[in-house]
């Protein structure tokens, strides 16, 4: 059964850079596309973007000029990077595969706070 | 950007009752429409893909069906573990959304 787990720093400083790695076992990384998603505390959900395992990419229009997600398939990870980020970054983050069924991690609380 | 309408915003019913959740889109999805379980605390939780294929270990009362623009998840008789935030989630068109949810909870 494939698995996923969020890992990075749970406190991020105003203005800095927001990382995160998604580590995939049970499964490959080929011919799926593999996802972020966040929650601020209370509310719903927020798809952030995905990247195909070739390496393209889609992107949330609200987020596209601070996100970049990457791929590294032969470690099974993929990677979050939110640039220049505010309070309004503090959420949850979860890591998905999208393609066919779907598959979350347990997703990790990264606040943003001085 | 495709907007999902999900109604009603909470449903109050009984275990045994069955629940009928709305998900509307703003155009069409094909059949490219997800449902997400979540429970406070908890990760989002996967129940339906592609409408109504049951992802691994969600057990049958939990259906779903339509197309296009209007789609429904059925739970046929509720358990107490059912109640819970359910979401719709399309990955038809990007950017891939999400809808505000619907609460389900006990009358």
């Known amino acids: 059964q494939v698995q996923l787990q969020e890992s990075g720093p749970g406190l991020v400083k105003p203005s800095e850079t927001l990382s995160l790695t998604c580590t995939v076992s049970?499964?490959?990384?080929?011919?799926?596309?593999w996802s972020w998603i966040r929650q601020p505390p209370g509310k719903g959900l927020e798809w952030i973007g995905s990247?195909?395992?070739?390496?393209?990419?889609s992107y949330n229009p609200s987020l596209k000029s601070r996100v970049t997600i990457s791929v590294d398939t032969s470690k099974n990870q993929f990677s979050l990077r939110l640039t220049s980020v505010t309070a309004a970054d503090t959420a949850m983050y979860y890591c998905?595969?999208?393609?066919?069924?779907?598959?979350w991690g347990q997703g990790t609380l990264v606040t943003v706070s001085s | 950007e495709i907007v999902l309408t999900q109604s009603p915003a909470t449903l109050s019913l009984s275990p045994g009752e069955r629940a009928t959740l709305s998900c509307r889109a703003s155009?069409?999805?094909?059949?490219?429409l997800a449902w997400f379980q979540q429970k406070p605390g908890q990760a989002p939780r996967p129940l339906l893909y592609?409408?109504?294929k049951r992802a691994t270990g969600i057990p049958a009362r939990f259906s779903g069906s339509g197309s296009g623009t209007d789609f429904t998840l059925t739970i046929s008789s509720l358990e107490p573990e059912d109640f819970a935030v359910y979401y719709c989630?399309?990955?038809?068109?990007?950017?891939?959304?999400f809808g505000q949810g619907t609460k389900v909870e006990i009358k």
């Open positions: 990247i195909y395992y070739s390496g393209s990419t």
């Open positions: 049970g499964d490959s990384m080929s011919s799926y596309y």
């Open positions: 998905a595969r999208d393609s066919p069924e779907p598959y």
């Open positions: 155009q069409s999805v094909s059949s490219y």
């Open positions: 989630q399309q990955r038809s068109n990007w950017p891939w959304t």
């Open positions: 592609t409408t109504s």
